[in-house]
């Protein structure tokens, strides 16, 4: 059964840091793996989507890598600003091609 | 496209009351989603639906929750007799051809059962 663990917990960084945020998981026979966005009271944001042939995908700021070899995706964030404050989720599928199973996430904190 | 459409925003109801939480996936979405989100389980999964079919209703925790996809743009979700610790947000999320392309989430249900 797959396991996504996400690593730190929270995170405090200043205004204008690089950061990336960890995930890993059990079940490398996956199809895809998604980045999720959450800010507090509200739902579930995607961020970016990596297909299992593709290494990595980039939206704006955001650079997400994926090592299916070592269970690994990064969420890089350049330039971090205070807008980015927020929990984010990191959810592969259970085996092959089946319902996403997330991380319990990295709540990030960006201090102006 | 006005997303996944998620209906009440809030429910706060007593112990033993019957709760039915609803969802509008996205037109053209072929897999539906229910999770449960609770500050120490994190995100859950409960059930999901390919094609209006339950496939898989193992997360579901008791046979007190019941849900139903009536057809392509309609499903529910329903505690009956509800329990203070099903208190938790209740999210829905869609996705279309498989998994492959994504999901796409609704804003959820912060169900309060007091």
């Known amino acids: 059964k797959q396991e996504v663990t996400q690593i730190p917990a929270a995170l405090s960084v200043p205004e204008g840091e690089n950061l990336v945020l960890n995930c890993s998981f059990t079940?490398?026979?996956?199809?895809?793996l998604q980045w999720f966005r959450q800010d507090p009271g509200k739902g579930l944001t995607s961020l970016l989507l990596i297909q299992s042939s593709q290494r990595e995908q980039t939206s704006g700021r955001l650079n997400a890598s994926l090592d299916k070899s070592s269970g690994r995706s990064t969420l890089y964030i350049a330039a971090s600003q205070p807008g980015d404050s927020a929990t984010y989720l990191c959810a592969a599928p259970n085996s092959g091609n089946t319902p996403l199973v997330f991380g319990k996430g990295t709540r990030l904190s960006v201090i102006a | 496209d006005a997303g996944v459409i998620q209906s009440p925003r809030h429910e706060v109801t007593e112990m033993g009351q019957e709760v039915t939480l609803r969802c509008k996936p996205i037109s053209g979405h072929n897999s539906l989603f229910w999770y449960r989100q609770t500050m120490m389980r994190g995100l859950e999964l409960l059930i999901y639906f390919n094609n209006n079919v339950p496939i898989d209703d193992s997360g579901m925790p008791e046979d007190r929750f019941s849900a139903k996809m009536p057809n392509a743009s309609f499903s529910t979700l329903k505690i009956q007799p509800s329990e203070p610790r099903d208190s938790a947000v209740y999210f829905c999320?869609?996705?279309?051809?498989?998994?492959?392309?994504?999901?796409?989430f609704g804003s959820g249900t912060r169900l309060t059962v007091v």
């Open positions: 999320a869609s996705s279309f051809g498989g998994w492959s392309d994504g999901y796409t």
């Open positions: 079940d490398s026979a996956i199809y895809n």
